[in-house]
């Protein structure tokens, strides 16, 4: 299975925030859901945990 990454530093904040959470894709939704609540003020929601996933990224493995 391919890991997942949040990265803050690619989305504007005013905390300038540098997070990078990885892990499995399920992992990764929680962990990002609970930060965004946090730390950004965000709602948590069905919606707002879809968006989230939207944005994850495959992690690059080194060679």
Avoid: W, Y
């Amino acid at each position: 299975m391919t890991r997942k990454v949040a990265d803050c530093r690619k989305f504007p904040s005013e905390v300038n925030c540098t997070l990078t959470i990885s892990g499995e894709e399920e992992e990764v939704v929680r962990a990002a859901t609970e930060h965004a609540i946090s730390v950004h003020g965000h709602t948590d929601s069905p919606e707002f945990r879809a968006q989230l996933r939207e944005l994850l990224e495959d992690e690059k493995v080194p060679a």
